[in-house]
């Protein structure tokens, strides 16, 4: 149920056909079909078939365009991402620009946008579009942290997911590049993101988040209460509510949140999905927080919230940052960013994470490290796609029979 990006609503029908991708290896096969399109003539073929239906279709001259970048950016970041690195150190780095090439790759593959090379390499000449700045009288991790600069790369890539011009404005800081946290106004140290409040909205990486930083995580588990059967009236419509559908006349649906049931009300209340009346429930012997979800009486509930799942994790609602940022791909492009300026720029503090007294860090590090192997391709196929994306294991249940 992961979201697709706003861009490729343009695609039409094609998001509604799907892609099954059947290997022994899943993440092969997903680098196989992202691979297809390193091919120009296979690209252009993507981008003519996304554009079917377009109100404004590009011409030759722009598919032609698109797939020479998107060929490009594609193979660029194979190179990086799958170039072999062991080390922790280039790993990382390698990380964040296959990761950068890979939302190059969704931007190019848009036939509704005017993203190509030329029009990519005039963004970048604003930079990355994100800052790191960090706060010297705070302890790591709780001192670094990221923001989302005026112009640049990743602002640009927000608006092409869906991100609307007033959002990014509450979210961005406008202005000079950040030099000094104690010297902020109120309203841009509020813009300051923590490395911690990344890391807590990566759902594949919550419980060894959690383990390694004794502090809950902001992506909640979601399911289908058992307690809306029980709510029924009679037995057709325990049945109707079981399978998801609302029974008849009823506008909301009780939402079980798992992996929390040890987190005080107040903290679901701020934090979790938008659900109320939260009550903590006990059913075979499982007991966790419970809310209603509003919605109309005729809608499902699961297309009311906004949830994300993957490969490595199920269902999930993920708190939006600074209120709006919940796109998985967004929130795992910041998270490389910050981890490569460790990196790269800050030898003492890394040093520290990778052998000394903060290597509680490196182990959540090559935790993530495998989710990004994981789960980034394929939230990049989808996207590029326009297509719901199955991966499953050659011989599954979810194998062609």
């Known amino acids: 149920m992961s979201e697709l990006p706003e861009a490729d609503n343009a695609a039409g029908g094609a998001a509604e056909r799907g892609t099954l991708i059947v290997a022994d290896l899943p993440i092969e096969g997903i680098w196989t079909q992202l691979s297809l399109w390193e091919s120009q003539a296979l690209a252009a073929k993507l981008v003519r078939t996304k554009a079917e239906g377009l109100r404004d279709a590009p011409d030759d001259a722009k598919i032609k365009r698109k797939a020479a970048s998107l060929a490009y950016c594609l193979r660029n970041a194979r190179e990086y991402l799958r170039g072999g690195q062991s080390a922790i150190t280039p790993r990382v780095v390698a990380n964040y620009y296959g990761c950068m090439w890979l939302a190059s790759a969704i931007l190019v593959a848009n036939p509704s946008n005017d993203f190509d090379l030329e029009k990519l390499e005039s963004v970048t000449k604003s930079g990355h579009g994100l800052g790191n700045i960090v706060d010297e009288h705070r302890a790591f991790p709780d001192n670094e942290f990221v923001y989302v600069r005026e112009s640049g790369f990743f602002p640009e890539f927000l608006k092409a997911q869906g991100l ?16 000094d946290v104690a010297g902020l106004d109120p309203d841009r140290a509020g813009r300051l993101i923590s490395v911690v409040d990344i890391l807590a909205r990566i759902p594949e990486l919550k419980g060894t988040f959690e383990y390694v930083t004794d502090r809950p995580a902001l992506s909640f588990g979601i399911a289908h209460s058992f307690h809306n059967h029980e709510e029924a009236a009679d ?60 919605h109309p009486a005729d809608k499902l509930w699961w297309d009311q919230i906004k949830s994300y799942k993957s490969a490595m994790c199920g269902s999930s609602w993920i708190k939006p940052l600074l209120g709006h940022v919940d796109d998985p791909f967004s929130l795992n492009l910041m998270m490389l960013y910050e981890l490569s300026i460790l990196a790269r720029y800050r030898p003492a503090v890394w040093r520290e994470i990778i052998e000394g007294s903060l290597n509680q ?14 789960v980034i391709p394929e939230l990049a196929l989808q996207a590029i796609s326009g297509q719901r994306v199955t991966a499953t294991s050659a011989g599954s249940m979810h194998a062609p029979i």
Do not use: C, M
Request: aromatic share 8%.
């Open 164 to 179: 609307s011009r007033a959002d990014l404005n509450a979210v961005k800081i406008a202005g000079a590049p950040v030099r």
């Open 361 to 374: 860090y490196r182990a959540l590090i090559e935790a993530y490290n495998q989710v990004v192997d994981r």
């Open 235 to 294: 037995g057709l419509e325990g049945i109707a509510n079981f399978l998801g559908r609302s029974p008849h006349g009823r506008e909301h649906t009780w939402v079980s949140l798992s992996g929390v049931a040890h987190l005080d009300q107040g903290f679901i209340e701020k934090n979790g999905p938008p659900l109320t009346e939260h009550v903590l429930r006990t059913f075979a012997d499982h007991t966790a927080w419970e809310g209603k979800l509003a």
